[in-house]
């Protein structure tokens, strides 16, 4: 094709020139550590050692059968089982009941249910560390208000305290699912349920099965994967309440590849837990490509 | 059937329905036509009951509805973006009506199916959905969803989902304005198809002339929330109740000049008229101010002058194949120019610079200066009964 006009013609090295900063920061901060990481992790290289021999498959061999990472891996999947669910249906419902409301409350709900998630964790950590306390917690005086005589040490006790990190995770993150939730209702023509109306759809569950649920899946699915991945990455609060105690008790994926890479200095090790983990993560995001991008295109 | 009773609505502090009464009657095809912006899509709604008037009453088939729910009034409605279901095949698009009418065992998502409610439902829709497609040529599509088809096939769709069950009433809202031109004539003449065979009452809303002319029974001319006049095409044509109606429809539009009586007679702007029949609209008249409307067909072009033709400069010919369309310019004494339309037969010649522009005053008509209609005694066609029995 020939070009029209001058102006559409750029120097050679515009291109290139343009590209050559987000490249090299991506190949240098990402590219190669990750390539370096995978690398690492067939050796039995640890950090401050000279020279390094190829062991294969030996790292991998080890976390696989070691009680310790198969208790963090179990965690972590736990949390996720409890935080998935619980904050999907949560933010749906918020995002549905603040739909509802509309005008300046809607906006206010939003902006409260929001706030958790521009608050920094770690600041938190210490509010919730105060707040679930046995013996000053608010938590603590509220129960023994309604005369719970149990003390209950919410970060301390083996039974509990996944629930607690769930209930943490799902207090912060929900707001955040639900604005992106927010976002596909707008997305969903007015005149759908007005059609729907006339057509005979009297009651508000019977719009939400036919109109909002089916339109609303793009959005409902890559929530899905987005909060798995999100609690995959879980770690701050775990570093910062419970240190994965008690008897690792919260010890999850995140922490546990911290502790080897920079309490242990097992650098192997910690290079094929990453490893994993990166597998992990690509294969989401690979699926929820594939899903997103095949998908029927539900705008008119 | 349909009955609208001083329907007002007011949307924060703007009133844009003022106390509308209106009476469709059964089987009746009737088009709100109107600017954007006139209220009519709001008057629609309100008749749907996806809005509720301010203040005034809906009636339809006897029953007040003003406090129903849309599908509880039994209406169906064709929405101007279809508002077909993005997920749904074309086939549960059209069954969807049927499927939301039936009882609610027979839509429990798998244990329904074994429901007899459920197995009626079922053979109601394998009964309905094919035939409803096969009247509006959708037979091989019912698989496809709405993406897939062409805007012609989605607005097929639409109607067939709004015909597949037995509405009181159908309530079309531009239904046809998001189709290409040639497809718009088709699709005007299958809607007057289906009203022929259904038989129903159709209220429908445009802003398109040609589209209110050509389908209705009676139009309701709209202009900012108020009805201008009610009427079959035909009256809203030739026999307009104000100004507004009379500047609204006919394309090319009429030609409105000012004009004055006097002592002397009648002038259109500074040009005084001699002949016979301007003088009797004079008189008929009376001395004032009006505005005087003539269409595009109501009026010559002469050579010469003549004792009410009026000199005008031709700004444009529009050739439109069966007849031409002189567009001219009429320059007052003042200097002000006022433009007018004739129509002329190929056979005629139009002068290339100067013409003289004649009104037939026959099918001159009058408004005051408030644009009301004025009817001259001389040119009052109806008779009042009392006098004609005397």
């Given amino acids: 094709m020939k070009m029209i006009g001058k102006q559409h013609s750029l120097p050679w090295i515009a291109c290139p020139g343009f590209l050559f900063p987000a490249f090299a920061a991506l190949i240098l901060f990402f590219v190669l550590p990750a390539l370096m990481t995978v690398a690492v992790s067939f050796t039995d290289w640890t950090l401050g050692k000279a020279d390094f021999t190829w062991v294969g498959f030996d790292n991998y061999a080890y976390i696989l059968t070691d009680p310790d990472f198969l208790k963090s891996l179990r965690n972590t999947v736990v949390l996720t089982v409890i935080v998935v669910p619980v904050s999907f249906a949560l933010s749906l419902g918020l995002a549905l009941a603040i739909r509802s409301l509309g005008g300046r409350w809607g906006e206010l709900w939003q902006t409260i249910y929001f706030l958790p998630v521009t608050a920094s964790l770690v600041a938190m950590s210490v509010v919730w560390q105060w707040v679930l306390h046995p013996e000053v917690g608010i938590v603590a005086w509220l129960l023994s208000f309604f005369g719970a005589a149990a003390k209950i040490n919410w970060l301390n006790d083996r039974d509990i305290v996944l629930f607690t990190l769930a209930f943490i995770i799902i207090w912060q993150m929900t707001g955040y699912y639900m604005v992106i939730f927010l976002t596909g209702l707008l997305q969903i023509p007015a005149e759908m349920y007005e059609a729907a109306q006339i057509d005979g759809a009297d009651c508000a569950w019977t719009r939400f099965r036919h109109i909002t649920w089916p339109l609303l899946t793009p959005t409902s699915f890559f929530i899905f994967i987005l909060t798995i991945i999100k609690t995959f990455q879980v770690f701050d609060i775990v570093k910062a309440l419970t240190r994965g105690g008690p008897e690792k008790a919260s010890e999850i994926l995140l922490y546990t590849m911290y502790q080897e890479g920079f309490s242990f200095f097992r650098t192997n090790i910690a290079a094929s837990i990453a490893t994993l983990y990166l597998l992990v993560m690509l294969g989401l995001t690979l699926w929820q490509n594939y899903v997103l991008g095949r998908r029927v295109n539900y705008t008119l | ?390």
């Avoid at chain 2, 269409?295 to 439109?320: N, Q, T, Y």
């Fill in chain 2, 1 to 390: 059937m349909l009955q609208l009773d001083h329907i007002t609505k007011t949307y924060t502090n703007v009133e844009v329905l003022h106390s509308l009464s209106l009476t469709v009657r059964s089987g009746e095809f009737i088009s709100l036509l109107g600017a954007s912006g006139c209220g009519k899509t709001t008057l629609l709604r309100i008749i749907a009951g996806l809005d509720s008037p301010t203040s005034g009453r809906v009636h339809i088939g006897g029953n007040d509805v003003t406090d129903w729910t849309p599908s509880r009034r039994n209406i169906a409605m064709v929405f101007q973006s279809y508002a077909l279901y993005p997920h749904k095949t074309v086939r549960e698009n059209i069954a969807f009506p049927l499927r939301m009418r039936a009882p609610w065992t027979a839509r429990l998502p798998v244990w329904g199916r074994f429901t007899s409610e459920g197995k009626k439902l079922a053979a109601l829709i394998r009964e309905k959905v094919p035939a409803m497609a096969e009247a509006l040529n959708l037979g091989g599509l019912l698989e496809r969803k709405p993406s897939q088809l062409s805007g012609g096939q989605k607005q097929r769709v639409a109607l067939a989902r709004a015909l597949v069950r037995e509405p009181s009433l159908f309530l079309m809202d531009e239904p046809l304005s998001n189709l290409d031109a040639k497809l718009r004539t088709e699709m005007r003449r299958e809607i007057i198809a289906l009203h022929r065979s259904t038989g129903k009452t159709f209220v429908y809303v445009t802003h398109d002339q040609t589209e209110a002319m050509t389908m209705s029974d009676r139009i309701v001319l709209l202009n900012k929330g108020t009805i201008q006049q009610i009427g079959a095409p035909a009256e809203l044509y030739g026999d307009p109740a104000n100004l507004f109606a009379a500047t609204f429809i006919g394309s090319p539009g009429i030609s409105v000049f000012p004009c004055s009586v006097d002592g002397d007679g009648l002038c259109i702007g500074s040009f005084r008229m001699r002949n016979e029949a301007a003088w009797n609209l004079a008189g008929a008249l009376g001395p004032g101010q009006y505005r005087l409307g003539i269409r595009p067909e109501s009026c010559f072009l002469c050579p010469s002058g003549d004792l009410d033709a009026i000199p005008a400069a031709v700004r444009l010919v529009e050739h439109m194949g069966n007849e031409r369309i002189a567009h001219l310019d009429i320059r007052m004494a003042d200097g002000a120019v006022f433009p007018a339309c004739v129509r002329v037969p190929n056979d005629f010649c139009i002068p290339e610079k100067h013409a003289w522009f004649r009104p037939s005053w026959r099918h001159a008509f009058f408004f005051d200066m408030a644009g009301n209609r004025i009817r001259p005694a001389a040119t009052c066609r109806v008779i009042p009964l009392k006098k004609a029995a005397i």
